[in-house]
């Protein structure tokens, strides 16, 4: 993997997204670098979803910039906070960890042998050996976790994302996963979370993003994750008028 000149693989310049123009979060300037681990957090309705939605594409920035560096938005590993399958469509499990080799093969083309054997090492990985022929819709939410990080694995991204990737599942899968994020990290991968578990932000990710509709804090983990600057968080998310315009400074 090829590193940006200047270290940072992603940039916001004095960046403004939200809905119907009014503002969910706005003038953030910050810099993440090529291999970093940052977890994104603040209080709901912070604008942290929103954020990543905006890194994807998903969202046109209302004002200033949203820059990659070495790297294109059509390969970002994204993970939303709610995955968009319908669980009761009859389709595999390995079927749809595959889809995780379609941005290299095509959706159209095969993938032969060598995809079966990616997919399968992909499921064994996550501890899903076996499990390739079962329905989507048989799986625990755990198991479901599990198989949607098989297909971040094989997309093989520089940059990953992730939304509320831990709720609402056991505490093994949790720990089997956040294993695999530390791999990624390992491998010079930069990895951006979502998270609302400020003692397993604390624990696990060094760089910390704290957000409240603009940015309250960034930098380590530490120094961001203050009473001083969690209360600020909170009082200005709860201050926050909805039916704003957009700010024009």
Known sequence: ???????????????????????????????????????????????????????????????GEIRLTGIKVSEIAYL??????DRSFPISVFDMVAMGLWRKTGALRGFGREGERKVAEALAIVGLGGFERRPI???????????????????????????????AIDSATVRDLKGLIRRWHGERRTVVAVLHDLDQVRTDFPETLLLAREQIAAG??????????????RRLTEAFDEEAALCGR
Do not use: C, W
Not at 39 to 45: D, E, F, I, S
Not at 220 to 233: F, I, M, R, W
């Open 80 to 85: 939303p906070q709610k995955a968009d399958i």
């Open 220 to 233: 380590s983990t530490e120094n961001v994750l203050t009473p001083a600057n969690l209360d600020q968080a």
């Open 137 to 167: 819709g048989t799986l625990s939410g755990g198991q479901m976790q599990r198989a949607l990080f098989a297909r971040l694995l094989l997309q093989d991204a520089r940059l990953i994302l992730l939304d509320e990737p831990f709720t």
């Open 1 to 63: 993997m090829s590193v940006p000149m200047d270290g940072m693989i992603l940039h916001f310049e004095n960046l403004t997204l939200g809905y119907d123009r009014h503002p969910a979060v706005h003038h953030l300037d910050y810099a993440i670098r090529t291999g970093a681990l940052v977890a994104v957090v603040g209080p709901n309705g912070a604008g942290k979803s929103t954020l990543l939605k905006g890194i994807v594409g998903g969202l046109v920035p209302l004002g």
